[in-house]
């Protein structure tokens, strides 16, 4: 395997990244290898994975030098393929470094990577899977798709991931950014929308969690954000009701203890939702 496709250095620019994201990058990889694993076999007629904040492909650890695969690269070289790979990031060097390191794969051929806004190209993407699906063989099921959305800070829209929800099959890991919520909350509750954080749920709502959980002088007002959240995504056939409440991966800081941000995941069918309960409850029995 070329050293493009390996956690090594490759000349290439990498992303800088703390300790905790080895944690991140472990829940995406075991759900990648248990989600190609199972459903390879069975009558799509492609299976797609998004990755639209992918960035170069690999990340460094600050504190240890390490080089990391980043998720792109994880989905790229797992034993399994992807029928389809679509990479978007809106950094032109990013998007670079991802297409020279997929180059050396065997899928080459297999991989779409765009430079720009995920939260527009999201609408062209969506809508050629769409069309594709109507268009497949006779005997054929639509399409499998298992989307990540990783970005670094708020960059995320609802609108994109509405987007996705109207793909019929379209498990979501979604990067839900708590530390860097609670530090805009504060700044804009007073803002006149769209802010941020209307951008990133898809309304004002949140402004209204926010001010009953500060005058219930509750600690937290993330566990109602993020329930909120779940109630949206239901609204699309999602079967997040189903999961318990707090069941989503939580990333923390190594040694502060802190909550970095979660990992939601959402699916349509129930066995996704099992694939990702599995998960969890192997890594709290580490």
Not at 73 to 99: E, H, K, Q
Not at 145 to 161: I, M, Q, R, S
Not at 250 to 260: E, N
Not at 264 to 275: D, M, P, Q, V, W
Request: aromatic letters at 12%; one cysteine or more.
């Amino acid at each position: 395997m070329h050293s493009y496709l390996k956690p090594e250095e490759d000349g290439l620019i990498v992303r800088e990244s703390g300790y905790w994201v080895v944690d991140k990058l472990d829940y995406i990889r075991k759900y990648i290898t248990i989600f190609i694993t199972s459903m390879r076999k069975k009558n799509w007629h492609i299976i797609n994975y998004l990755d639209l904040f992918a960035g170069p492909g690999k990340c460094r650890i600050r504190e240890t030098n390490d080089i990391l695969l980043g998720s792109p690269l994880i989905a790229l070289t797992a034993r399994y393929p992807f029928g389809r790979y679509f990479f978007v990031d809106a950094d032109p060097a990013n998007v670079r470094a991802l297409r020279q390191r997929s180059s050396k794969s065997e899928y080459e051929n297999r991989v779409l990577c765009f430079e720009g806004d995920s939260n527009k190209l999201v609408h062209s993407i969506t809508q050629q899977i769409i069309e594709e699906d109507a268009n497949r063989p006779k005997g054929k099921w639509p399409s499998l798709n298992l989307a990540f959305l990783d970005p670094e800070g708020l960059e995320l829209h609802w609108g994109t991931v509405e987007a996705l929800a109207r793909v019929s099959r379209m498990d979501l890991i979604i990067h839900y950014p708590q530390m860097g919520i609670s530090r805009e909350m504060p700044n804009e509750i007073e803002l006149s929308p769209p802010t941020k954080l209307d951008r990133f749920f898809g309304d004002t709502a949140w402004r209204d969690i926010f001010k009953r959980s500060r005058k219930a002088g509750k600690g937290s007002p993330h566990r109602d954000l993020i329930s909120y959240y779940k109630e949206k995504l239901a609204r699309y056939g999602y079967k997040v009701r189903e999961i318990p409440t707090g069941d989503e991966a939580r990333i923390v800081h190594p040694t502060r203890g802190a909550t970095l941000y979660r990992l939601i995941f959402a699916s349509k069918h129930n066995l996704g939702n099992r694939f990702w309960r599995e998960i969890l409850d192997a890594k709290r029995l580490c």
